[in-house]
Each structure stands twice: as C-alpha cells, then as structure tokens.
C-alpha cells in the first residue's frame, strides 16, 4: 500500500472538521480532513484509495486498565461468565477435562450474584468433576477462586471450594506460574485482541500478585522486538516505594514502556469477595468491612516518594473506607511536597467506585486522575445487581460517578479491566450513558474522549494531539462498519441544536442495539488490523465487510 492513503466516502470523527466525509494520511500523519468534493480534486495515482462505503474513522480507542497476560489466557481458558449455577461451572469443568485428561483446569469469570442459587461448589464437586486433576477457576473480579486438587487440603471441611486473602494469592502463584514461551503466547494473543476490537493503545497494571515482574520484563521485550506491529503499550508496575530512591531504582528498572508505580498497587480489594474496605459493614455479611491493605502513612510515603523521583503514582482503591484512606495519603503527602508538585506528576487512582464530596475535594486539589472502569455498573449495578445486594440500595447509588468527577473537574479516563469485563470499546461508552445513578452519567462524546485522548494523557503519552484525528497529528485510528450517527447524551433537557450536527459536535454511532465492528486499526500509519487482510489473526471477510481499495 502507498504511503498516501485517501480514506473517504464515509464519516470522519474530528474536531477539525464536524462534517468531514475524507482523510488523506501520509505514513504516519493526517495530512487533511475534509469532505468528499474536496477529496475527489485531491486523489491522483500516488495515492491507495480505501472506500469507507459509509463507515466511521475514528480515534483508535486506549484501554486505560487492562491485564494482558490474563487477557490472552482467557482466550485460552475456561470462560465461565455465561454460568448461571454451580451445576453449569462443574459441567464445564467436566468438559475441559475429558477433552484433556489429567491436566489441570483453569477458567476464570464466574459470577454467583448472577446465577439463580448462589451455591458454590465444593472441593469434593470439583475433584470429580476433573476426574482429580488440579482446578483453578478465578472469580469474575480476580480477587477470589473455587480451586481443587491438593492446593485445597485445607478446605475439604469447608462447604466450598472458595478461597480469598493470602490463601488465594498463594494458590494463584502457582496456578499461573506459565513458562515464558506461554506468556509470549498469551500477550500477544492479548495485543492482537485488543487491535482487532479497535485499540491502539493500552495501560498493562503488572503487579507481584498478578503476573509478576518477569510477565512485565516480556511484554517489553515483544514489543521493543516490532513496536509497529502492536497497540502502544505503556506498563505500571505495582509497589510500593519508600524513598525517592527507592521509586527511580523501580523506574530504571523497566525499559522506555514504563508508566509509573501505581494500578493494581492495592489499597482494597473487590465488592464481589467482599474485600472491598467499607465504612460499614456488607449488607449481606453483617461483620464484614473488607480490608484495608494500606494505611495513609503508607500512600503518602509512596506519593511523596514518587513524586520526588518525577514518577507518576497510583493505587488501586474501591470501597468507601478505602477511598478515605487514599484521600488522608494525598492529603498528606501535599503537606510535604507541596499541592502544585502532585499536580505536575498527574497522580492517578484506579476504580474509586465509592466516593464522597470530602474524598473528591482531596483528589482535585491533589491533580488525581481517576481511571474508571464503566461496564462494571452494567453488570453489577441497579436494584438486584451485585452492588445492591452487597451494599444495600443506598450506598449502591453512589458509585462509578463519572458525571460527578468531571463536574468536579477531576480528569477522568476509561478502561475494561479486561479480562474482568470484555474487551469492547462502545460498550464501556455505552455504559456512561445508562450509569445506575442520573448524576453519573455523561454523555457519547464525553465518554469517548474520554476512552481515546484522556487514556493517553493520564498515562503520559508525549503525541502530540495524541487520541485526536487533526492534520498534523498521529494517524492512529479505527475504522468501524456503517451505522447510523448522532449525538446521544443521558439527558433529556439538553437543547435541540446541541445536537445538530451544525452545532459543531462531531457525530457518533447509535449505541443501541448493535455497535459498530471494527474493520481496520491503524497506530502511527501502521495497520494493525484489516478484515480484508486474509492474515490477520481471526479475520473473516466471508462474513465481515471489506473495506474496498482501488
């Protein structure tokens, strides 16, 4: 293909041009955005013509909390999300393991506050199941698993195969202990997932509890090896750091990916196994608060550490007791270093699910960005969900505010968590239109800005107009399959014009009852996913449609 690609007779989202039908890129740049007159007086015979037939080019989109390792796994692994009860998980375990006799089982994505009996199997269930081999199944958030074999000794007096805490953590260490060849198979298996769902851009949350620092160390090394052919990839690496020293000998310790000491550098832990740390006790576990892994004193060493070092910080926080102990850690270490010097480092927290107006006037003043994680409510909010049951209906209300933190003035940014929900860019749009909360919720195009160009700005990403379509700056985009287009917002009262496209707000696709498919990925120029390119991994163009070229 040329170096000179014409895009056209579609629809292009850019801030240059609402209207604009074309795009000329030139290698790794947007030369111009216009509309189709225009590109029809511009074409000559240098150029690769690409029919959009009615499509969208849009900014690629950034996944700004992703697991790539787990996520490559998952497409590997026993995928349990669809299980409704303990029966369905022990005939799926049943299946793998006569379909592989005697080797050990491993699935992931349960969920039994959706299933109609939430009973657990027991270890005994799940050895017969297996037929005695090893059975390690991660609950849908991670922070728990149903396991067998002889890592569940200690639980066969238990009704259930669950384990939680430092057990879990244990049991997962070796479950997961894959060799490298395994690894690079699953993190590139993940990459190209990632590029074939309209991504060129993710954040990796690596952490000892995870993965580990050897899954980080080959991530790096795959995509030093071909940087063109992957999703940008930029890499956070979870602990703590007491002393500045400490935190730039962490920091030179990875290569040019590095992003900071943050993601899943937990200060609690999940809703769903209840390791969450509240401020009272679960609804449905009187007793119950979760725990609280890190003290104040803790978080703020770590900011004032990293920020003495220039190396952005971050924690991994969801309940309410936990979010006050991050707000009490930046308060704190403002005290030492100074507001204006935490706000240059643009700090971050991952999830905040659970925040209130004290918490939220501690991280603004701190220059906190927030990453949140907007399908979790689709799954798990409104009356009956997981939050309910958990938390009661009162404090469920009260969660994944999005519209509250950017009213706020709180960046705020989107990822999947993937492969705790799945990797699909216009559903975790989609979900800021319908947050369980009125006053969460924000609009397509807040939603989408914040899914492409704040992902590269909250993960320091030095491109110029980096998640933006305007000559001049990077041609990183997607290509989507025709739909039709509007401004969509959560609110009813917005005025009319603001919607028209005259207005001067570039339109998006309908997100209804059935979102776009990606067709092309394209970062800095380089393809990294066509669906007419018969070697693209998972490609179909008997079934998809092609882009036509001529």
């Given at each position: 293909?040329?170096?000179?690609?014409?895009?056209?007779?579609?629809?292009?989202?850019?801030?240059?041009d609402?209207?604009?039908?074309?795009?000329?890129?030139d290698g790794?740049?947007?030369?111009?955005?216009?509309?189709?007159?225009?590109?029809?007086?511009?074409?000559?015979?240098?150029?690769?013509?690409?029919?959009?037939?009615?499509?969208?080019?849009?900014?690629?989109?950034?996944?700004?909390?992703?697991?790539?390792?787990?996520?490559?796994?998952?497409?590997?692994?026993?995928?349990?999300?669809?299980?409704?009860?303990?029966?369905?998980v022990?005939?799926?375990?049943?299946?793998?393991?006569?379909?592989?006799?005697?080797?050990a089982?491993?699935?992931?994505?349960?969920?039994?506050?959706?299933w109609?009996?939430?009973?657990?199997?027991?270890?005994g269930?799940?050895?017969?199941?297996?037929?005695?081999?090893?059975?390690?199944?991660?609950?849908?958030?991670?922070?728990s698993?149903?396991?067998?074999?002889?890592?569940?000794?200690?639980?066969?007096?238990?009704?259930?195969?669950?384990?939680?805490?430092?057990?879990?953590?244990?049991?997962?260490?070796?479950?997961?202990?894959?060799?490298?060849?395994?690894?690079?198979?699953?993190?590139?298996?993940?990459?190209?997932?990632?590029?074939?769902?309209?991504?060129?851009?993710?954040?990796?949350?690596?952490?000892?509890?995870?993965?580990?620092?050897?899954?980080?160390?080959?991530l790096?090394?795959?995509?030093?090896?071909?940087?063109?052919?992957?999703?940008?990839?930029?890499?956070?690496?979870?602990?703590?750091?007491?002393?500045?020293?400490?935190?730039?000998?962490?920091?030179?310790?990875?290569?040019?990916?590095f992003?900071?000491?943050?993601?899943d550098?937990?200060?609690?832990?999940?809703?769903?196994?209840?390791?969450?740390?509240?401020?009272?006790?679960y609804?449905?576990?009187?007793?119950?608060?979760?725990?609280?892994?890190?003290?104040?004193?803790?978080?703020?060493?770590?900011?004032?550490?990293?920020t003495?070092?220039?190396?952005?910080?971050?924690?991994?926080?969801?309940?309410?007791?936990?979010?006050?102990?991050?707000?009490?850690?930046?308060?704190?270490?403002?005290?030492?270093?100074?507001?204006?010097?935490?706000?240059?480092?643009?700090?971050?927290?991952?999830?905040?699910?659970?925040?209130?107006d004290d918490?939220?006037?501690?991280?603004?003043?701190?220059?906190?960005?927030?990453?949140?994680?907007?399908?979790?409510?689709?799954?798990?909010?409104?009356?009956?969900?997981?939050y309910?049951s958990?938390?009661?209906?009162?404090?469920?209300?009260?969660?994944?505010?999005?519209?509250?933190?950017?009213?706020?003035?709180?960046?705020?940014?989107?990822?999947s968590?993937?492969?705790?929900?799945?990797?699909?860019?216009?559903?975790?749009?989609?979900?800021?239109?319908?947050?369980?909360?009125?006053?969460?919720?924000?609009?397509?195009?807040?939603?989408?800005?914040?899914?492409?160009?704040?992902?590269?700005?909250?993960?320091?990403?030095?491109?110029?107009?980096?998640?933006?379509?305007?000559?001049?700056?990077?041609?990183?985009?997607?290509?989507?399959?025709?739909?039709?287009?509007?401004?969509?917002?959560?609110?009813?009262?917005?005025a009319?014009?603001?919607?028209?496209?005259?207005?001067?707000t570039?339109?998006?696709?309908?997100?209804?009852?059935?979102?776009?498919?990606?067709?092309?990925?394209?970062?800095?120029?380089?393809?990294?996913?066509?669906?007419?390119?018969?070697?693209?991994?998972?490609?179909?163009?008997?079934?998809?449609?092609?882009?036509g070229?001529?």
């Amino acid at each position: 293909m040329s170096s000179l690609v014409m895009y056209r007779n579609g629809s292009v989202y850019s801030p240059a041009d609402p209207l604009a039908t074309a795009m000329l890129v030139d290698g790794g740049t947007v030369a111009w955005i216009g509309q189709e007159a225009a590109a029809a007086a511009l074409i000559d015979d240098r150029m690769t013509v690409v029919d959009l037939d009615g499509g969208l080019v849009a900014p690629a989109f950034f996944d700004s909390h992703v697991h790539l390792t787990e996520v490559g796994a998952s497409l590997e692994q026993l995928d349990l999300r669809t299980a409704r009860s303990a029966e369905e998980v022990l005939g799926a375990v049943r299946a793998a393991s006569e379909q592989a006799p005697g080797e050990a089982v491993l699935g992931f994505g349960w969920d039994e506050t959706l299933w109609d009996e939430p009973r657990l199997p027991s270890v005994g269930e799940l050895e017969a199941a297996a037929a005695g081999a090893e059975v390690y199944l991660a609950r849908v958030d991670v922070h728990s698993a149903l396991v067998a074999g002889p890592q569940a000794d200690g639980l066969r007096s238990t009704a259930t195969a669950h384990v939680t805490g430092d057990a879990h953590r244990s049991i997962r260490d070796r479950a997961t202990d894959y060799d490298d060849a395994t690894r690079r198979r699953y993190l590139r298996a993940a990459l190209g997932h990632f590029a074939r769902n309209g991504y060129a851009g993710v954040a990796e949350m690596a952490a000892p509890q995870i993965s580990g620092r050897r899954d980080a160390e080959l991530l790096q090394e795959l995509v030093a090896a071909d940087p063109a052919a992957y999703p940008l990839v930029r890499i956070y690496w979870a602990e703590l750091a007491a002393t500045a020293a400490d935190a730039e000998a962490l920091a030179e310790g990875f290569g040019p990916y590095f992003a900071g000491l943050g993601g899943d550098l937990n200060i609690d832990g999940s809703i769903g196994s209840r390791t969450a740390a509240l401020r009272s006790d679960y609804s449905d576990a009187p007793g119950e608060r979760g725990t609280l892994l890190l003290s104040p004193e803790q978080i703020s060493a770590h900011v004032v550490a990293c920020t003495r070092a220039g190396v952005q910080a971050g924690f991994h926080v969801i309940g309410d007791a936990g979010a006050d102990a991050a707000a009490e850690g930046f308060r704190r270490a403002a005290a030492v270093v100074g507001e204006d010097a935490l706000q240059r480092l643009g700090h971050r927290l991952e999830h905040a699910e659970m925040v209130d107006d004290d918490v939220i006037a501690a991280l603004l003043a701190s220059g906190v960005t927030v990453s949140l994680q907007p399908a979790f409510d689709a799954l798990w909010g409104g009356p009956g969900g997981l939050y309910a049951s958990r938390l009661g209906p009162e404090r469920s209300l009260s969660m994944n505010e999005a519209g509250r933190f950017l009213a706020a003035g709180i960046p705020v940014c989107l990822g999947s968590d993937a492969p705790v929900t799945v990797v699909d860019p216009w559903a975790g749009v989609k979900a800021c239109l319908n947050l369980s909360t009125e006053s969460a919720r924000i609009s397509a195009r807040a939603a989408f800005l914040a899914h492409t160009r704040s992902g590269y700005r909250a993960a320091g990403v030095d491109i110029p107009f980096g998640g933006q379509l305007v000559p001049g700056g990077e041609a990183t985009f997607a290509v989507w399959s025709p739909s039709e287009m509007m401004v969509q917002t959560p609110d009813t009262r917005v005025a009319s014009w603001s919607t028209d496209a005259r207005a001067g707000t570039p339109l998006l696709p309908v997100l209804e009852n059935e979102f776009p498919r990606c067709l092309r990925t394209v970062r800095a120029g380089e393809v990294l996913f066509a669906v007419d390119d018969p070697s693209a991994p998972d490609a179909n163009p008997a079934s998809r449609p092609s882009l036509g070229t001529d």
